[in-house]
């Protein structure tokens, strides 16, 4: 199972309206291209090209996405009865000439409907091919006559350090593209996302962002995909490396479905763990019997300070796994085994 601006034809821009285990949902015939790579970016690997020649190559293959939605009562990837139903906007970008879109799973959360918006200006429904909501990543699918399709090519998300300059594309609003250039920050990030969820490796950048704009690409100086943007909220805006997204088209391709292990607690950093403040109804940790505001201390012998170390402790292992959590109750200590699950595809209401 084992993660400044620039002088174009349009204002700056970037970013969008974005973890561990869930649901892919493939159609039966949409998985098989997924993983093939027809690039409109045709130059040597490392060739590096101007932020202006990176747009203008790659613009054409970035798309607006509208979805109307069932707005989610209670987490970001839940939609729940009763919900009202929305429109969420995003970007994303053409995978293939098969009509294949990858956005952010986020974005078509809950969907009831879509829409893609090509750059010349042509819209044409679409429906979602697969989602992982643990790597906040999907595929949706648009019919593909008449469209002049512009593929991305996704380069190899490892050889980018701190320091590189990138270009970051999206289209906010529907009517043209916009970018922001700058230069990744930090590279191998864990991102905790809404729902538990942890993003591995995750790159992040100066460069300017906006809402609206998750989806889409950032370009490393060949003006091959390095990263795809997210952001969920007030969080700060990152990038899912290229590689992990390739690793999941791949699962894709294969008719696999991604399957990560499950704990099913949340929690923050206090002094000396991690304070329990919410278990999933039915999920290992409430079968094992763990308590809201019960500290996890280590986990398997290892300190533990933020809910990400233990996200981080969970991915490590598979479903069926046995995990041993030192616990701190009502100032007496503990130790509590825990036997991982398979992550759901709908999270249960907490305790």
Do not use: C
Not at 149 to 156: A, N, S, T
Not at 245 to 266: A, F, N, T
């Amino acid at each position: 199972m084992r993660r400044a601006q620039f002088a174009v034809p349009v204002v700056a821009a970037l970013l969008g309206a974005a973890a561990t285990a869930v649901v892919i949902a493939a159609s039966d015939d949409g998985a098989g291209a997924l993983g093939r790579q027809q690039g409109l970016i045709g130059i040597g690997q490392g060739e590096a090209m101007t932020s202006t020649e990176i747009y203008e190559r790659a613009a054409p293959g970035v798309v607006y996405i509208r979805a109307s939605t069932v707005q989610p009562a209670g987490g970001a990837f839940r939609a729940e009865a009763n919900g009202e139903l929305a429109t969420t906007t995003g970007s994303g970008f053409v995978l293939d000439d098969d009509g294949r879109v990858l956005t952010s799973a986020h974005v078509i959360s809950g969907v009831t409907s879509l829409q893609v918006s090509f750059a010349d200006g042509q819209t044409v429904p679409a429906h979602v091919v697969a989602k992982d909501e643990g790597t906040d990543l999907a595929v949706l699918e648009v019919p593909t006559d008449g469209l002049d399709l512009r593929p991305l090519e996704l380069g190899d998300s490892s050889q980018v350090v701190a320091g590189d300059q990138v270009v970051a594309i999206g289209n906010p609003t529907g009517f043209q593209a916009t970018a922001g250039t700058g230069r990744v920050s930090a590279t191998g990030r864990r991102v905790e996302a809404p729902g538990g969820y942890l993003i591995e490796g995750v790159l992040q950048t100066d460069a300017v962002i906006e809402p609206a704009t998750s989806g889409g690409p950032l370009l490393g100086s060949d003006g091959r995909v390095v990263g795809i943007l997210s952001r969920i909220g007030s969080a700060p805006p990152f990038a899912i490396p290229s590689n992990l997204v390739r690793d999941v088209l791949d699962q894709l391709r294969e008719g696999h479905k991604v399957i990560r292990p499950y704990l099913g607690l949340h929690g923050r950093a206090v002094e000396g763990g991690v304070l329990v403040d919410r278990i999933d109804a039915d999920s290992p940790a409430d079968a094992a019997g763990l308590h809201v505001d019960d500290v996890i201390e280590a986990v398997d012998g290892e300190p533990v300070s933020a809910s990400v170390d233990v996200l981080a402790e969970v991915e490590e292992r598979e479903p069926g796994d046995t995990l041993e959590l030192r616990v701190l109750r009502d100032g007496a200590r503990g130790d509590v085994s825990v036997r991982l699950g398979e992550r759901p595809a709908t999270l249960p209401m907490g305790r």
